[in-house]
Structure formats: C-alpha cells, structure tokens
C-alpha cells in the first residue's frame, strides 16, 4: 500500500478500518516526555529514551477520537500514561493512573459523556484499566493511651514516620477504603471502657486524615471493615455501650457517607477481620469472639451489593480473634496472627481463595501477635504491622507478596501501638 492513510487506522487484526469523523494524523512523531494531544488526531509516540505522559483536552464532546500508537515497539520498555486532564476514563476520576506498557500497542479513544468520559474503542493486546490502590495507611490505637498519629505506607510497603493527628484519638476501631479515588475511612472506637464512639473520619487517597465527622449509626467499639461492589465499604459487628457483642452492620456509600443501623445477621461478634476477594467486588469476615465449642470457624461472604450472608462454618483454621486480614494478589485475601481463649498468641496465617475458601493454617509466619492491622498495597500485595505481644506494643511489619509469602519481621519504623486500624488508600 502506498500514500497516506488519512482516515483509516491498523486494528491488531491486521485489517485497516475506518475511523469516526476522519481522522487527522499528525505527522511528526512525539519523543518528548510529555505531549498534549487533541481530538480528531492520531499520533505516533517513540518511547525509545523516555515514558511519555499523554495530557488528554480538558473538554471534551460526545464522539471526539484520539488514538495513539506504539512508534518503535518500546512501550514495554518505558510506558506511556494517560493524564484525563480533569475529566472521567472509563467512568473513574483521573486521579486514577491508567498506563499503557506493552509493544507495539496502540490505542483508540472515543469520548462519551460526562458520567464515563474516555473510554478506549479498542486498545489492542491488553485492556488496561485503572490501577489499584497503590499505598496503605496504618492511624489511630493505643500506645498506653488513645491516640491519633497516621503512618502512610508507600508502593513499595514503606512505612512512613509518624503524622500528628487529626481527630478524636481513640482505639479499637475500624477502617476501609471506599469510592473510585481511592479514598478511605476510620469509623467508630473506643475511649475507653464503655465510652464507645460512632465517629468517622475520611482519608484522601494521599492519606490527609480529615477532621471527625459526627457518626451515625450505635456507637460500639472492636468492630470490622471491608470494601464490597468495587467503590463501597460496610462497617460490621463489635461491643456497644452496654459491652455486649454485637451484629449491626452499617453501610459506607461511594462518598463515604455511613448509613444508619442494619438488621443484624448472624451471632453476634467481636474482635473479627476482613477483606475484599474474587473479582466482582465481594468481601468475608472470619473468625472472632466469642469462640463456640466446634473446631469451627464462623465466616460470613459479603455479596458486591453488601448482603452479608448467615454464619457459615469452615472446617480450616485456627479458631482465634484480634487478628487481621487483606487482600492480595488482585482476588485473594490473607488472615493472619490473633490470639486464643487461652491467651496464645499465634504466628499463623490462612490464605482465602478467589471464592472465598479458606486454607488450612501455615504456620511460622513472622513474630506472633494480636490485636495488630493489615492493608494491601501495591495494586496486589499486602502488609501486616503494629500489635501487641503480652503487654509491650510493637512496630513490627511484615509485607506479603502477591502470591500470599508472609515475609519475616521488619524492625518498625513510627509509635509502637495495637487496636489501631489499616486500608488501602490510592
């Protein structure tokens, strides 16, 4: 074939297809490290020396076309990101990165509307998406007295240094990240004794803690978070003010709003984890206080639309409470350490399968403790920290990788403290 191809562009098939509205395609191909595009154009882009960072327009119409292709087969190498200028990529903020990193891709955008913006007609070989949340944050607990100092982790399982707080300091709470920005939120707690609170606080995805927002919903405290749906969270079970076991749950909104007092389901309960598994946006809780006479452990599956089903039994694991659990992996979830009726305190793990099963124990993994916290981190990994083991307070971690391995013991970095809580944010 011969002459320019003016309003036709390569689909990974092979076969030259028209494109909408004819397209434009600009004939110098972009090197530089940054590059504003605009609609009706098609553009080479060379990342042989450098990433480059595609500036979509800031507005945009209904049907305006973009696309962009793989010059020198390099993306693999140093990928290219797109910056939505402001407006939505397949109907998530742009505080999302959406990053392209295979050779010889090229991607073809279409505009839709407001609700879900770009969104890619085709982008041949792989199907990117949003990134996952990429840090973690660790705030909150008790260090001999209640307290509200944050310690942010980074994507690599980094934890920061200590953060002055903000907020009513408190201990045995919960948290969960919620929304498409990866946002989070601490809810409820302890001042101690029966001086329960129903205060929440939000987290942006940087880890700014924000001032208390009044609660809604009984105040109690030992209580436990997850995220289900993909953008929503549900705070679950705990002791109230008159320090009985509890099974109110309440739900978290994709803008962090708590709703008032769900019926309960299931026995009431106390100390408990949970996190997010599969991939449709469904959540378990496992494990807790009080501990039945079975060899059983209670679990509870959390639907994507936050039903949470009646107590189950798992026939695996130790029966144990203030442990942690998180997500890894992008559709498992991992349980970890805790304590017994008799005070044990237990170096134990069990990993949780992409449908909710939960694995006989591991043993042996790092320092046993109780009463610490777990987030994910990285998109597909996980980090335990924080806890106490007798009466002293720690500031251990352990990260896990996306295959699940509980790596050993790293000296911590920020307060010692337990009954602190731990999620994702990014």
């Not at 008799?342 to 909710?356: A, D, F, P, R, Y």
Request: include cysteine; charged fraction near 15%.
């Amino acid at each position: 074939m011969s002459g320019p191809i003016g309003s036709n562009i390569l689909s990974h098939s092979g076969i030259v297809a028209e494109t909408a509205a004819g397209l434009n395609w600009v004939s110098t191909v972009v090197t530089a490290s940054t590059v504003t595009v605009e609609a009706g154009n098609g553009y080479w882009i060379n990342t042989t020396s450098n990433a480059c960072t595609i500036t979509l327009p800031a507005s945009a119409e209904a049907g305006d076309n973009i696309v962009i292709v793989d010059f020198a087969r390099t993306w693999g190498t140093n990928s290219v990101t797109l910056d939505s200028n402001g407006l939505k990529f397949q109907g998530n903020d742009d505080t999302y990165t959406v990053e392209y990193t295979t050779d010889g891709q090229s991607v073809n955008l279409i505009f839709s509307d407001s609700t879900k913006g770009w969104i890619p007609l085709e982008d041949d070989v792989v199907a990117e998406a949003p990134a996952a949340p990429k840090g973690a944050i660790f705030a909150f607990g008790y260090t001999g007295s209640a307290t509200n100092i944050s310690n942010v982790v980074n994507s690599s399982g980094v934890v920061g240094s200590d953060v002055t707080g903000v907020g009513t300091a408190r201990w045995e709470l919960a948290a969960t990240n919620f929304g498409s920005s990866g946002e989070a939120i601490f809810g409820y707690g302890t001042l101690g004794g029966t001086n329960v609170q129903s205060v929440s606080n939000k987290v942006s995805n940087l880890g700014v803690v924000s001032t208390d927002t009044n609660g809604v919903g009984t105040a109690r405290r030992a209580l436990s978070a997850v995220g289900y749906g993909g953008d929503k969270a549900i705070f679950a079970w705990g002791i109230n003010g008159s320090d009985e076991s509890s099974n109110l749950s309440n739900k978290v909104n994709n803008s962090g709003v708590i709703a008032s007092d769900g019926t309960g389901v299931g026995d009431a309960s106390q100390a408990r984890a949970g996190c997010t598994y599969g991939s449709g946006g469904t959540a378990i809780f496992a494990f807790g206080e009080p501990i039945d006479n079975t060899a059983n452990v209670q679990r509870n599956l959390v639907s994507n639309s936050g039903v949470i089903a009646s107590d189950t039994n798992s026939a695996n694991g130790t029966r144990r409470y203030w442990l942690a659990a998180a997500a890894y992996g992008t559709d498992k979830g991992i349980f970890a350490y805790g304590t017994d009726n008799e005070g044990t305190n237990h170096s134990i793990k069990n990993l949780v399968s992409n449908t909710g099963v939960i694995a006989a124990d591991v043993t042996g993994v790092g320092t046993g403790r109780q009463s610490l916290e777990a987030a994910g981190y990285g998109g597909d990994k996980a980090i335990f920290g924080f806890g106490v083991i007798g009466s002293t307070n720690q500031n251990v971690t352990n990260l896990v990788s996306n295959n699940g391995t509980v790596a050993s013991d790293v000296a911590g970095v920020g307060t010692a403290r337990r009954k602190l809580g731990g999620t994702s944010i990014g």
